[in-house]
């Protein structure tokens, strides 16, 4: 319950953030101005998903910005990670 206000917290202050968090996996995705997603994991390292879903690679430090127009830089690399969760999300390896 105290997690979940502390995220609420965070929420509000940044509301004009495009993202949202999994409480379950602490996942946390926003939504890039191009179509595509970074998903960004509790030890900060994150991952990328093209406009169609796509498991793609992205060099860390490159700058990528969300819809609303703040800037994220990449750390890590994490494909296997994304495509875990995501075989996950469809119930399934
Ligand atoms: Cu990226």
């Known amino acids: 319950m ?3 206000l502390a ?22 995705k926003f939504d890039l101005k191009d179509g595509s997603t970074v998903y960004l994991f509790k030890d900060g390292k994150m991952s990328m998903e093209d406009r169609l879903g796509r498991t793609v690679g ?18 890590g690399n994490e494909l296997a990670r994304l495509n875990r969760i995501k075989a996950e999300e469809r119930g399934g390896y």
């Open 2 to 4: 105290l997690k979940r």
């Open 7 to 28: 995220i609420m917290a965070t929420l509000l202050a940044t509301a004009t953030t495009t993202f949202a968090v999994d409480a379950a996996s602490g996942v946390t």
């Open 58 to 75: 992205m060099k860390p430090g490159h700058v990528m910005e969300t819809r609303d127009g703040q800037k994220i830089i990449m750390i």
